[in-house]
């Protein structure tokens, strides 16, 4: 709460996009960045972590950039006149945005199986190390922002957010076509059938109705 109480504060700064203004806000969002990684570490070591934490901090966290952002771009298009910044803003938006309902829906139609996919997926060096998560985001809102470069941010974001994407996409749609080939995952909730072979000891006297019956 500490860290997205920091990036509400910074707002106003941001917008006015001159120096020192941009240099506060800046500074402002590394603290707001310190604080929201303080938080989470904390509460592992703890053992205070809990599911309501984790999505307060991750509705947050997507509220925060998508203010952060809004007033970006707000204060971009005052000073440029210019309201194709909005192109430039919307994709980084939905690049950040995309890639998490990418991960959200392959986890609603393969369950446990795409949990082992996706640690695997993260402990790969470089999408490990180049992750496009809130981190990153932070990062790059802290650095352009003390030197004034908006438009250079979200064009940045919005450039390699796609790309992240579309391998991504690449990704899971490979292992999608896997784990489907292998009878996993499911369809509008229910369980996708495993080819294979049933075995029943039928006692005596039972139909074939009556075996149907009891699977």
């Not at 809990?50 to 005052?78: C, E, K, P, Y």
């Not at 430039?88 to 309902?101: N, Q």
């Not at 650095?143 to 974001?157: E, H, N, Q, V």
Request: a neutral charge.
């Amino acid at each position: 709460l500490g860290g997205f109480a920091l990036s509400l504060v910074s707002l106003p700064f941001l917008y006015l996009h001159t120096f020192p203004m941009a240099l506060i806000a800046s500074v402002l969002n590394l603290f707001a960045l310190v604080l929201d990684c303080a938080d989470g570490s904390l509460a592992r070591i703890q053992g205070t972590q809990s599911s309501f934490g984790n999505w307060l901090d991750s509705s947050l966290d997507f509220l925060r950039i998508f203010l952060v952002f809004a007033t970006m771009g707000l204060s971009l298009q005052v000073i440029n006149n210019d309201p194709h910044v909005w192109i430039w803003v919307t994709l980084a938006f939905f690049c950040y945005t995309g890639i998490k309902l990418l991960y959200l829906v392959f986890r609603k139609y393969f369950g446990e199986d795409a949990e082992s996919v996706i640690s695997n997926e993260k402990k790969h060096n470089f999408r490990a190390n180049f992750y496009y998560h809130e981190l990153l985001i932070g990062i790059s809102i802290i650095l352009f922002s003390a030197f004034g470069a908006y438009l250079w941010m979200f064009i940045f974001l919005s450039v390699y957010g796609l790309l992240f994407y579309i391998v991504n996409f690449a990704i899971f749609t490979r292992q999608a076509w896997r784990l489907s080939r292998e009878g996993k995952g499911t369809v509008t909730g229910v369980e996708l059938p495993v080819a294979g072979m049933l075995l029943i000891d039928k006692p005596a006297g039972w139909t074939s109705h009556d075996v149907v019956a009891k699977v």
